[in-house]
């Protein structure tokens, strides 16, 4: 199967249960939302799927291949956002996304075009000669996907992308990140906003290392609204997952906006 599937993955931290059978698809040309609360296990999770830490139980499958049994064709065919920022500060905006093209050995007329190409999908041409140190923290996350697209991935991983940005930052990515799956990508969104996730989007609801359900936002919410079921599932305080609003959808359709 192509796109990416977990399939029982388990991980420990000695006595610590981390992750518990963990299982879900995420599919090429769908935004497939990873949520729960903080704690929940969902930067382990990525960790394992971007083979920072190894998992000693389940299969992990990217684009057809077995994570563990041919990691570099699996990773390169995975782009990766992570939640805690990772850029250089002092180079421009080109220049870092040459550097990280040169890694996944692009130089060169290649690497110009992939750079251009990822930048215009991010609205971000016009800034490609600033330093980093000059963009705001929505241009700044723009950058890191943009990074991300540089060697065409099947599947983006983005882990919290949206922690520490304003209303119309958020907005603007997530409408974006939207459009890169309708795109034919396969996405995996991590989160614990639900104003982030659309109607249709499917869901993994995670919490205590556990899946709880698998569904499409709206079959989760059922008559109500998706915070509310996902309170009920997890047992969490309302508003732990409110973000800006209660309900599902702010992704779709939203413009790139101003940030």
Request: proline fraction near 3%.
């Amino acid at each position: 199967m192509t796109g990416l599937t977990v399939e029982a993955v388990g991980y420990s931290y000695g006595a610590k249960c981390a992750l518990d059978g963990v299982s879900f698809v995420a599919e090429p040309g769908r935004f497939t939302a990873l949520l729960g609360p903080n704690g929940a296990g969902k930067t382990t999770l990525f960790a394992l799927l971007t083979r920072l830490l190894v998992a000693p139980s389940g299969r992990i499958t990217v684009a057809g291949h077995d994570l563990a049994r041919a990691p570099r064709a699996a990773l390169a065919r995975i782009g990766v956002v992570f939640q805690q920022p990772t850029l250089d500060l002092d180079l421009t905006v080109r220049r870092s996304l040459r550097y990280f093209a040169g890694l996944h050995g692009l130089a060169g007329r290649r690497a110009d075009s992939a750079i251009d190409a990822a930048l215009e999908r991010l609205a971000m041409r016009e800034r490609a000669q600033e330093p980093v140190r000059a963009l705001n923290g929505g241009h700044r996350r723009r950058m890191e996907i943009a990074r991300a697209l540089i060697h065409a991935p099947e599947v983006l991983l983005l882990d919290e992308p949206t922690v520490g940005l304003d209303a119309a930052s958020r907005q603007a990515i997530t409408a974006h990140v939207h459009d890169l799956a309708a795109g034919g990508m396969a996405v995996l969104w991590a989160t614990h906003l639900v104003d982030e996730i659309a109607s249709a989007d499917p869901v993994v609801v995670l919490h205590r290392g556990r899946v709880l359900c698998r569904a499409t936002a709206s079959e989760i919410a059922g008559g109500g609204t998706l915070n509310a079921a996902f309170l009920a599932l997890t047992g969490e305080t309302a508003g732990a997952g409110a973000g800006a609003g209660a309900g599902a959808g702010m992704g779709a359709g939203a413009g790139m906006g101003a940030t």
